[in-house]
């Protein structure tokens, strides 16, 4: 399995996505008066984007207050994927690995587009259906019943959104970044730090046996194993659509 990644920062998907994404901003022509960058953490796509003079104004979302306090034109908010701003306010709008957590993503995809100016460009990245398959695999292996790992969009969904959100030209393709861990544990122990919890459901309320995660572990490694450690795949989906420049 040549090419799979050594994980040495938490940030190292957000990172790489995160460039995925500039490339793409990089491609078309022009600069953008007003951006959003919805859950940006760092803020480093939109501090990138201002030093190259392809924005002027920056309007920043995060729900980690340690983030926010240090990101320029920041707004704290209880929902990274809450774009509810005023209509035709941004030029682009920038969401980096968030999207997959959203409660209504239809609604959030909606409120991005009419939070667009008219002709205004929405580029994206989400997590896809074949995030952490290893990882759900394992569980099942396992005979754990409870935990399990959430469902994520395919790209023929996430293009049927769009168009259902009355998006135009709108081009959506895939990445799978397969990255090595020393353990399962350690997986789970950076999916965690990642904020990325809410890709696992423990669907028994009480205390977690030590077993189910042994069982789960074995499980993996047995299936998945990698030079000295594990292997996980993050399905990663990328959007670049516009709004409609109505009249």
């Known amino acids: ?8 920062e938490n ?19 022009g600069a953008f008066v007003n951006m959003l960058e919805l859950g940006a953490r760092d803020g480093f796509i939109g501090a990138e984007l201002l ?18 306090s240090s990101m320029v034109g920041y707004k704290y908010v209880d929902d990274v994927n809450d774009a509810s701003f005023a209509e035709n306010e941004f030029d682009l709008i920038v969401s980096n690995l968030n999207l ?9 995809l909606l409120k991005i587009r009419k939070a667009l100016k008219r002709g205004g460009l929405f580029v994206g990245a989400l997590f896809g259906v074949d995030t952490l ?46 990255i090595e861990y020393s353990s399962p544990l350690k997986l789970l122990y950076d999916i965690k730090n990642m904020g990325q919890s809410s890709a ?5 309320k009480g205390l977690t046996k030590p077993e189910i995660f042994s069982n789960m ?4 490694q047995e299936s998945y194993s990698y ?21």
């Open 217 to 220: 572990a074995h499980a993996y």
């Open 200 to 204: 696992l459901t423990n669907g028994y």
């Open 227 to 247: 030079n000295d450690g594990v292997v996980a795949s993050f399905d990663v989906i990328y959007i670049l659509a516009w709004r409609r420049n109505e009249v």
């Open 133 to 178: 398959t290893e990882l759900r695999n394992s569980f099942y292996k396992s005979g754990d019943e409870n935990w399990r790992v959430h469902s994520f969009p395919d790209v023929q969904q996430i293009g049927d959104l769009l168009f259902r959100a009355r998006f135009v030209d709108s081009v959506v393709d895939r990445e799978v970044i397969k």
């Open 1 to 8: 399995m040549n090419g799979a990644l050594s994980y040495s």
């Open 100 to 108: 997959h957590n959203a409660d209504d993503l239809p609604d959030s």
């Open 51 to 68: 030093a190259a003079n392809r924005v002027e104004k920056l309007v920043s979302t995060e729900v980690c207050s340690n983030y926010a």
């Open 11 to 29: 940030d190292f998907l957000y990172k790489n996505t995160g460039q995925s994404i500039l490339e793409r901003i990089s491609e078309v022509k």
